[in-house]
């Protein structure tokens, strides 16, 4: 379970972010092809956050469609899957998102 030690690695870069201050909310990005699944990242994060700065805190997941443009048409297209296809026939193409793991905001409240 590769979910565990990716949230690990959230907690420590928010705890980090922190500063001091109390984590209110962390903002996270999987992509539907990224091989992490969101309800694993979402049941380890309390866990993990139990006596850190980002302990109570929100976890917002936001899964990201995977996309593609053709290396041979220049369309771009869904690609639900990884055997997906260009709508004209080519799979011959580069992936745009769908791939990514990204922390994309924490929310911190300062020190009083």
Same mark, same amino acid.
Not at 72 to 100: H, I, N, W, Y
């Given at each position: ?10 907690? %420590?870069? !928010?705890?980090? !972010?922190?500063?001091? $201050? ?14 992490? !699944?969101?309800? /694993? ?14 302990? $109570? ?7 990201? %469609? /995977?996309? !593609?443009?053709?290396?041979?048409? $220049? ?5 639900? %899957? ?31």
């Amino acid at each position: 379970m590769h979910e565990l030690s990716i949230v690990c690695s959230i907690v %420590d870069l !928010a705890s980090q !972010a922190a500063e001091g $201050g109390v984590v209110r909310r962390v903002t996270i990005e999987i992509g539907k092809l990224s091989g992490v !699944a969101p309800d /694993a990242i979402a049941f380890c994060f309390p866990e993990v956050a139990r006596g850190t700065p980002v302990e $109570g805190a929100a976890l917002d997941i936001r899964e990201v %469609d /995977a996309e !593609a443009r053709c290396d041979v048409c $220049g369309a771009e297209f869904p690609t639900p %899957d990884l055997l997906s296809e260009c709508p004209c026939g080519s799979r011959q193409f580069k992936r745009l998102r769908g791939e990514e793991l990204n922390i994309k905001s924490i929310e911190i409240e300062e020190a009083a």
